[in-house]
């Protein structure tokens, strides 16, 4: 499988947040998107997710621009905003009845998705009452429901703790290695490990970046 994002163009009043933006990637592949804050990086996101609409560009897929067939879109992609998109005062259990039906949920919980991100220890727990980590965990397992073999992430490990960045880095590079296509932003150390091309945005442009552990002439090219 592969995805064309091609010439995603996005304008807020008179700032030109985001100009022909366009890339390629393949299965078992993860690209890292970089770049300061507020420069348009959860703006991609949410237009190739549909949540907002880019003024120009596409997403193809199997042939099929993602941007005007939702359902398509639906089926392939999975979408993990920076926010929490949970219901607070449902459980684990509750907020992932939402998008799996009880076999499918009780067959994950064993020894699919949501086993692989431990979804299980906290099970019963309201999301008020959830760790950050839990939270973000939990909302992975949500977006993988109907198994995408894309999916967008946006910043999925900020401001966690070590052990849960390295649970959920875990994850995605078993999610990498299945054949699935990864698209993230980030600023983190590990989520850049996995990441096989690197992208920055700049001035609403899309460059290519050779990341090779250096941080420091990363941080410089922000």
Not at 78 to 107: C, H
Request: glycine content about 10%; proline content about 3%.
């Amino acid at each position: 499988m592969q995805i064309e994002i091609k010439h995603i163009a996005k304008k807020f009043k008179k700032h030109q947040v985001l100009k022909d933006i366009s890339l390629t990637a393949e299965s078992g592949t993860c690209i890292g998107i970089l770049g300061a804050n507020g420069c348009g990086k959860s703006t991609l996101l949410s237009i190739l997710a549909g949540v907002q609409k880019g003024d120009a560009g596409s997403f193809i897929c199997e042939g099929v621009d993602l941007l005007k067939d939702a359902k398509k879109r639906a089926e392939l992609v999975g979408y993990v905003p920076q926010g929490t998109p949970l219901i607070e005062e449902l459980s684990a259990k509750d907020n992932l009845l939402l998008w799996y039906d009880k076999d499918s949920l009780r067959s994950e919980l064993e020894s699919g998705v949501l086993s692989l991100l431990g979804i299980g220890e906290f099970f019963k727990v309201p999301v008020s009452k959830m760790s950050g980590g839990m939270k973000k965990r939990l909302s992975i397992g949500c977006a993988m429901a109907q198994k995408p073999p894309i999916l967008l992430l946006d910043e999925p490990t900020a401001a966690l703790d070590l052990s849960c960045k390295q649970s959920i880095a875990q994850y995605l590079q078993h999610y990498k290695e299945s054949g699935g296509i990864l698209l993230l932003t980030t600023h983190d150390v590990l989520e850049l490990e996995l990441c096989d091309a690197w992208y920055i945005i700049k001035n609403g442009v899309l460059v290519p970046f050779a990341y090779d552990g250096n941080i420091q002439q990363l941080v410089e090219s922000l």
